[in-house]
């Protein structure tokens, strides 16, 4: 009797509201997780980088299609690069290994275009829109590598 009428109804109370917390941040974490390649993946130098530099790295590594239509405005257009990606990586041999760029590593216009990316995608913003705001946010530093 004392399990019907009161330990039932508390039972049945911590599992809604507990199903009901974890649903709702479950749900928000999950919504905007980006891919990141594994920091094992990262030539020596990426991994003794700062955090910040790493997660750039694992970023572009894993979200080419993201990075291949965002501008650096850090002047590398002069060393040939065409997009923030390239800052990052200079090629995909036909075996999928991917050949790096070490300029990022001594970069920071490079990396927080790239964190700046990172956040606006975690908050839902398109591609269309962060690039938007890499143009306003970083053309006063130079060019745009971009053709």
């Not at 507990?18 to 905007?32: T, Y």
């Not at 997660?55 to 291949?68: E, G, K, M, R």
């Not at 257009?77 to 590593?105: M, Q, R, W």
């Not at 490079?110 to 908050?123: G, Y």
Request: include cysteine; proline fraction near 5%.
């Amino acid at each position: 009797m004392l399990f019907k009428r009161i330990l039932f109804p508390l039972l049945i109370g911590w599992l809604v509201v507990g199903s009901a917390l974890s649903g709702c941040s479950g749900q928000a974490a999950d919504e905007h997780v980006l891919p990141m390649a594994p920091r094992s993946q990262m030539p020596a130098e990426v991994q003794s980088a700062p955090v910040t530099v790493q997660q750039a790295y694992q970023f572009a590594v894993a979200n080419p299609d993201v990075l291949q239509r965002l501008p650096c405005y850090c002047g590398c257009g002069k060393i040939g690069h065409t997009s923030n990606y390239a800052c990052y990586v200079a090629g995909v041999e036909a075996s999928g290994a991917v050949k790096f760029d070490s300029h990022a590593l001594g970069c920071s216009i490079c990396v927080d275009i790239t964190q700046d990316a990172m956040r606006l995608l975690k908050q839902g913003q398109s591609v269309a829109d962060i690039k938007q705001y890499v143009d306003a946010a970083y053309a006063k530093y130079g060019a745009s590598n971009m053709p």
